[in-house]
T-cell receptor
Framework: KQEVTQIPAALSVPEGENLVLNCSFT??????LQWFRQDPGKGLTSLLL?????REQTSGRLNASLDKSSGRSTLYIAASQPGDSATYLC??????????????FGPGTRLSVLP | KAGVTQTPRYLIKTRGQQVTLSCSPI?????VSWYQQTPGQGLQFLFE???????NKGNFPGRFSGRQFSNSRSEMNVSTLELGDSALYLC?????????????FGEGSRLTVL
């Protein structure tokens, strides 16, 4: 069974710090891994999609890496800002469609960036 | 390009009633997935539709159902509402089936069951 975990569950940092969020998954047979952010009471906003053949993706201050063999992904946020405060979720899409769903989500990391 | 649109955004129902939620995907996307999000359970997959056919279904009772129309718009229905059905219901669209493409979410429909 594909399970996704995220560490830490919550993180509080001062503005300007660089930070790393971690995502682990149990089955390395995946199509894609996607990172999202979610503001309170809102939907999920796609940040980065890493295909299984890729090792990393970058968008602005965000960089996500993927190590399929170890079942890990990290999201690096450079020069954090108060506007980055949100919950960050990672999700993987299993290659084995017997899992019965398209993406399996982690529980998220709640980030607070203090001014 | 318009994003994923969900209606209504908020609704309040009483136990035993039924509710229908609507989702319009991004133009050109044929896959529509539905998720339930609660503080205790996180994001849980309900079902995925592709070209008007249900392709996957999560572990939810038969009270939860859905359909997709020829224009890819989707609806989900919950009958005989229970207090535990109170949640944020999220719709996501994608070009491809079964997680083969990027997921894009709507803002959600917040359902409160009294």
């Amino acid at each position: 069974k594909q399970e996704v975990t995220q560490i830490p569950a919550a993180l509080s940092v001062p503005e300007g710090e660089n930070l790393v969020l971690n995502c682990s998954f149990t089955d390395s047979a995946i199509y894609n891994l996607q990172w999202f952010r979610q503001d309170p009471g809102k939907g999920l906003t796609s940040l980065l999609l890493i295909q299984s053949s890729q090792r990393e993706q970058t968008s602005g201050r965000l960089n996500a890496s993927l190590d399929k063999s170890s079942g890990r992904s990290t999201l690096y946020i450079a020069a954090s800002q108060p506007g980055d405060s949100a919950t960050y979720l990672c999700a993987v899409s299993p290659l084995n469609d017997n899992y019965g769903q398209n993406f399996v989500f982690g529980p998220g990391t709640r980030l607070s960036v203090l001014p | 390009k318009a994003g994923v649109t969900q209606t209504p955004r908020y609704l309040i129902k009483t136990r035993g009633q039924q509710v229908t939620l609507s989702c319009s995907p991004i133009s050109g996307h044929r896959s529509v997935s539905w998720y339930q999000q609660t503080p205790g359970q996180g994001l849980q997959f309900l079902f995925e539709y592709f070209s008007e056919t249900q392709r996957n279904k999560g572990n939810f009772p038969g009270r939860f159902s859905g359909r997709q129309f020829s224009n890819s718009r989707s609806e989900m229905n919950v009958s005989t509402l229970e207090l535990g059905d109170s949640a944020l219901y999220l719709c996501a669209s994608s070009e491809y089936l079964l997680g083969g493409g990027e997921l894009f979410f709507g803002e959600g429909s917040r359902l409160t069951v009294l």
